[in-house]
């Protein structure tokens, strides 16, 4: 009773794993893409700006919860042992300690950017910009992490997924380097638009030439003189 009891345990940590591992790679491309979206300031009449950060707010938020479950399933998992020195410090797991290790990395990003987020109005606007930054690192390792160290890894379903997701985060980051190329040639066009203007069209204030000012009293002295 008692081995048919942690066996089904057993099974159902393994399945929190694997569940809350995919909803949280899932989750985080999301935010990824709303966050690439947001930079590139993609709005429409129905897609407003404050729905986009508030959709992007929720989706780290749950995110977050997400992967918090994820990483106390793995270190309450008895068959494979991870640890929770091995959750944050990286590639000191003995289960694929480099696949393993990646999770830690991306676990300890989106620690740092969640916790930056937190005390926005308390730090400097450049250092939040830059640790808001480790976000869109967090993606790929995370990704790399689902692959190697995941056991639906070379399933079809799970193929698809990161096909997905893959494709969503590529095309999110094409569009807004597109946009940065257009927004800054648009920016150099009007700078140099607004340089020549007051060079054609402002009345000339050049002094008149001591040789014209010259010849112009020689004319009055002789009208007098007549």
Do not use: N
Not at 171 to 177: F, G, H, K
Not at 187 to 214: I, K, N
């Amino acid at each position: 009773m008692l081995a048919a009891t942690s066996t089904t345990m057993t099974e159902a940590v393994w399945y929190a794993i694997r569940a809350t591992g995919v909803v949280a790679l899932g989750l985080l491309t999301v935010t990824t893409v709303l966050g690439l979206l947001s930079a590139s300031r993609v709005r429409t009449r129905r897609w407003p700006a404050f729905a986009q950060v508030d959709l992007h707010k929720r989706a780290t938020m749950f995110a977050l919860v997400f992967l918090g479950i994820h990483v106390v399933a793995s270190v309450l998992d008895t068959y494979v042992h991870v640890g929770l020195v091995s959750v944050i410090l990286p590639f000191t797991s003995s289960f694929k300690p480099f696949w393993t290790g990646l999770g830690a990395v991306a676990v300890d990003l989106l620690a740092a950017v969640a916790v930056s987020s937190a005390l926005r109005q308390r730090i400097a606007p450049q250092l939040w910009r830059s640790l808001h930054w480790l976000a869109y690192a967090c993606w790929p390792v995370a990704m790399a992490h689902a692959l190697g160290a995941g056991t639906d890894a070379g399933q079809l379903w799970m193929d698809a997924i990161a096909a997905a997701c893959t494709i969503a985060v590529i095309s999110a980051l094409a569009w807004r380097i597109v946009d940065h190329r257009t927004t800054r040639e648009g920016a150099v066009r009007v700078g140099a638009t607004t340089r020549a203007v007051p060079e054609r069209h402002l009345p000339s204030t050049r002094r008149p030439s001591t040789t014209t000012s010259a010849a112009s009293a020689t004319r009055l002295l002789e009208r007098d003189s007549r």
